[in-house]
C-alpha cells in the first residue's frame, strides 16, 4: 500500500513537506477481513482540527471510498463498494469494525444511490450531508419567513445548509471567501452572499438582514460569528458545526476576541456546539431526504476533485486556503 503518513507536526498552515508518502507491505488477509482498493478520497477540515491525536510518523486520518478486493467477511464480499475510515492510504485491510473511534457508522458498504457518482457518499450523501441535515434543522429549527446565515457557505456542509433553509422558506444570507463562491451561491437560490474578503463586508452584512438574524449555522467561528452573532435577534439559535477560522492558529497565541457576552445574555441566545455522529441512529434517514432533493432537483452541488493520491496533501493545504467549492475529493487514479 502507499500512504501518508504525518512527518512533522503541522504548525499554522501545514506544508507539503510535514507529510510523506511512505510504501508498505500488507499482510495476508485473515478470517473475518476484507482488503480494499481506495478510488476516492475525503478532504476535510477535520484532519487539520484533530491532528493533534496523531503522532509523528502515524497515517493521516480519513474517510474513503474504496472497493473490496479481496474478503473473507461475510458483510463485506469482494467487488463491493465500502465507506471506511481507512486514512489517506490506497490499500487497507479492515475487520469492518470502526477503528477512528468517532462513531460514526463507518465501515460500511456504500448505500444505493442509483447511478450517481460514487463520491457523493463520502459529501452530500455522507457525513457532510448529514452533518448539515441534522444540524441545521435540530439545532438552528429554522422557520419559515426566519433569516438564516451561513458562514463558509461556497464549501460542502455550506451551500448545502443554505439550500436546506430555502427548501424550509427562510431568507439566506451566505459568508464566503470569493466572489466565484458567491456568484455560485446566488445561482443555486442564496438571497445574499457576502464574501468576507470584502472590507465592507460587516456593512454588507447589516444591509442584508435588516430584521436581523433568527438562525445562524457557524463553519467557522472567530471574528466572522462574533460580528454575526452581534446581529442576532431574541431567542436567535446558533448551531456550531467547525471553527476552520482557528483549525491553523497555535492554541497559545490564539487573536484577541471581539466580546459577544452582552449579545449572548440580552438577546437570550441559543448557542450550541454538536458533532454528526448524534445522528448515528437516524444516518439513513438524511441520506434519503438529500437522496430525494436531488432527484428532484431541490438541492445543488458541487465537487472540487484532484485527480491523483500523491496530490492528497496540496488537495488538503487547497481546502484550508478554501480554494474549493462545494466538497473537496482527491479521485485516487
Ligand atoms: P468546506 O468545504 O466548507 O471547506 C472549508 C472552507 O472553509 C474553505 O473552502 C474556506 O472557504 C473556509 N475557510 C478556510 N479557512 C477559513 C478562515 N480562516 N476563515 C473563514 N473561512 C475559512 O468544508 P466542510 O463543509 O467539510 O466543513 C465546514 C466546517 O464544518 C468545518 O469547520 C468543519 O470542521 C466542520 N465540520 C463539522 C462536523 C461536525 O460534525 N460538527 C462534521 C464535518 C465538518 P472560504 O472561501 O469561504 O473561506
Known amino acids: 500500500t502507499k500512504k501518508f503518513i504525518l512527518e512533522k507536526t503541522f504548525e499554522n498552515m501545514p506544508k507539503e513537506s510535514d507529510l510523506k508518502l511512505v510504501e508498505e507491505e500488507l499482510p495476508e488477509i485473515r478470517e473475518g477481513q476484507f482488503l480494499t482498493e481506495a478510488v476516492y478520497l475525503s478532504v476535510d477540515p477535520y484532519m487539520r482540527a484533530y491532528v493533534h491525536k496523531l503522532r509523528e510518523g502515524d497515517t493521516m486520518i480519513g474517510y474513503q471510498v474504496a472497493k473490496i478486493i479481496q474478503s473473507k467477511h461475510k458483510e463485506f464480499p469482494i467487488n463491493k463498494y465500502v465507506i471506511g475510515d481507512f486514512g489517506w492510504q490506497t490499500h487497507s485491510i479492515s475487520n469492518g469494525i470502526n477503528t477512528s473511534g468517532d462513531m460514526l457508522p463507518y465501515p460500511s458498504l456504500i448505500p444505493d444511490i442509483g447511478s450517481l457518482p460514487l463520491s457523493l457518499t463520502l459529501g452530500i450523501l455522507g457525513t457532510t450531508g448529514n452533518t448539515a441535515y441534522f444540524g441545521l434543522l435540530e439545532i438552528c429549527k429554522p422557520t419559515a419567513g426566519e433569516t438564516v446565515v451561513v458562514s463558509a457557505a461556497g464549501g460542502a456542509i455550506g451551500s448545502h445548509v443554505g439550500q436546506i433553509a430555502k427548501l424550509k422558506g427562510c431568507r439566506v444570507i451566505g459568508i464566503t471567501g470569493s466572489d466565484q463562491k458567491c456568484i455560485w451561491l446566488k445561482s443555486i437560490g442564496f438571497d445574499e452572499v457576502i464574501n468576507y474578503n470584502n472590507h465592507s463586508w460587516r456593512n454588507c452584512l447589516m444591509e442584508a438582514v435588516p430584521r436581523g438574524v433568527d438562525c445562524y449555522f457557524d463553519n467557522v467561528g472567530g ?99 478554501g480554494k474549493n467549492l462545494g466538497k473537496a475529493i482527491v479521485k485516487v487514479k
Open 223 to 321: 471574528e466572522i460569528s462574533s460580528i454575526v452573532i452581534q446581529h442576532m435577534t431574541r431567542y436567535g439559535r446558533v448551531a456550531v458545526c467547525g471553527s476552520i477560522s482557528s483549525y491553523n492558529c497555535d492554541i497559545r497565541h490564539l487573536p484577541k476576541a471581539t466580546i459577544i457576552q452582552p449579545w449572548i445574555v440580552f438577546h437570550q441566545l441559543e448557542i450550541r456546539g454538536f458533532v454528526n455522529a448524534n445522528w448515528n441512529s437516524r444516518w439513513n434517514e438524511g441520506i434519503k431526504q438529500n437522496l430525494y432533493w436531488i432527484k428532484e432537483g431541490k438541492i445543488h452541488y458541487k465537487e472540487t476533485i484532484t485527480e491523483g493520491f500523491e496530490n492528497m496533501p496540496k488537495a488538503f493545504i487547497d481546502l484550508l486556503n
